[in-house]
């Protein structure tokens, strides 16, 4: 796949809340380990990443430890939107791509726990998924909490499941 192209799947559409910004909504039932998305863009590292807008690291996706797929602003798709939640209903297959992590419903907010793919030191925010168990504020080291390790087992991006089990280089 070429850099830029992206490959979502169809019933998938932005929702904008005056309150809690974009979010993606899915209008078609997903049956479990269905992909909803493999990204693509520009690989960049992540000294490149450090020196973007806030705006652009906000749309960025660590795909290994000195590697994030970069999508311009101005080609964002609408899983792009797709938002962290504590109590995510996706997660990741491969470092690029992923998929429902149980059965979703139509009419149900896509998310994912960017624990599960982000360990620098630049993703850090308020969390507003108004999950029981939200963790209140994200870091790149929450990959590292025993309860999130425990929650996304089986869902963490090849690079952070090496860090997890204590085999990444450097």
């Known amino acids: 796949m070429a850099p830029g192209q992206i490959r979502q799947r169809s019933g998938l559409r932005v929702v904008d809340d005056p309150n809690s910004g974009h979010f993606v909504v899915t209008d078609e039932p997903i049956a479990e380990r269905d992909v909803i998305v493999i ?6 590292s992540l000294a490149q990443a450090e020196s973007l807008s806030t705006k652009e690291q906000d749309y960025l996706l660590q795909i290994d430890d000195d590697c994030f797929l970069l999508t311009s602003l101005d080609e964002l798709c609408t899983a792009d939107f797709i938002n962290h939640s504590c109590e995510p209903n996706c997660g990741l297959l491969e470092a690029d791509t992923l998929v429902a992590i149980r059965p979703i419903a139509a009419g149900e907010v896509l998310s994912f726990d960017y624990a599960t793919s982000d360990t620098t030191s630049f993703i850090a925010f308020d969390c507003l ?7 209140g504020r994200l870091t790149g080291n929450d990959w590292r909490l025993p309860e999130v390790q425990r929650k996304c087992a089986g869902w963490f991006a090849p ?6 089990d204590g085999t990444a280089s450097g």
């Open 39 to 44: 990204w693509s863009g520009e690989r960049i």
């Open 129 to 135: 998924c108004g999950a029981p168990s939200c963790r």
């Open 159 to 164: 690079h952070v499941q090496r860090l997890i």
